[in-house]
T-cell receptor, first 114, second 117 residues
Framework: NAGVTQTPKFQVLKTGQSMTLQCAQDMNHNSMYWYRQDPGMGLRLIYYSASEGTTDKGEVPNGYNVSRLNKREFSLRLESAAPSQTSVYFC?????????????FGAGTRLSVL | AQKITQTQPGMFVQEKEAVTLDCTYDTSDQSYGLFWYKQPSSGEMIFLIYQGSYDEQNATEGRYSLNFQKARKSANLVISASQLGDSAMYFCAMRELWMDSSYKLIFGSGTRLLVRP
């Protein structure tokens, strides 16, 4: 019962470095999401994918790119990391019931950009 | 724009007592959904309970219940018989239609609950 799996759990980058955050879900969900959580705040949507082959921008997409590799996997890429991208990143997925849209989250990736 | 407000940054409760975490929301939609998530110190986001705007009864999931007062636009989480493991951050969230094709969740700022032994 893995649910949503994110790797890595922790990462430290220098300004300008690039990296990809990986996310995979085993619940056969169509929709997947990337959020960021900053101290003292709730989560904000970066990108989402309503179904395999589609991706769209969320509230805070600048500085990020995503790839929906297949139905299971949705990756988030930072091409040139900036200190403002220091945050905790969460991947989530949701199933067919759009009326409820219960989203299930991974354990998060804690990213520090120095 | 939709908005979620959690006015209690932190709360204490004695073990085995009940506690209510407040959440108010603002939306002009007739159909909406409200959620509560728990975030323990380990960091993961755990779904607790869901309430649809057309649901006639308040949602319940074990020790969690949602006190839904539609006219007051409030969706308070009630935890009965608190346990030490309930110590965590709790987020209220609302479903919002995004770009006419999908939904996203908008979150409140959270309430940190500490259960005292």
């Amino acid at each position: 019962n893995a649910g949503v799996t994110q790797t890595p759990k922790f990462q430290v980058l220098k300004t300008g470095q690039s990296m990809t955050l990986q996310c995979a879900q085993d619940m056969n969900h169509n929709s997947m999401y990337w959020y960021r959580q900053d101290p003292g705040m709730g989560l904000r949507l970066i990108y989402y994918s309503a179904s395999e082959g589609t991706t769209d921008k969320g509230e805070v997409p600048n500085g990020y790119n995503v790839s929906r590799l297949n139905k299971r996997e949705f990756s988030l890429r930072l091409e040139s990391a900036a200190p403002s991208q220091t945050s905790v990143y969460f991947c989530a997925s949701s199933g067919q019931s759009l009326a409820k849209n219960i989203q299930y989250f991974g354990a998060g990736t804690r990213l520090s950009v120095l | 724009a939709q908005k979620i407000t959690q006015t209690q940054p932190g709360m204490f409760v004695q073990e085995k007592e009940a506690v209510t975490l407040d959440c108010t929301y603002d939306t002009s939609d007739q159909s909406y959904g409200l959620f509560w998530y728990k975030q323990p110190s380990s960091g993961e986001m755990i779904f607790l309970i869901y309430q649809g705007s057309y649901d006639e009864q308040n949602a319940t999931e074990g020790r969690y219940s949602l006190n839904f007062q539609k006219a007051r636009k409030s969706a308070n989480l009630v935890i009965s018989a608190s346990q030490l493991g309930d110590s965590a951050m709790y987020f209220c969230a609302m479903r919002e239609l995004w770009m006419d094709s999908s939904y996203k969740l908008i979150f409140g700022s959270g309430t940190r609950l500490l259960v005292r032994p």
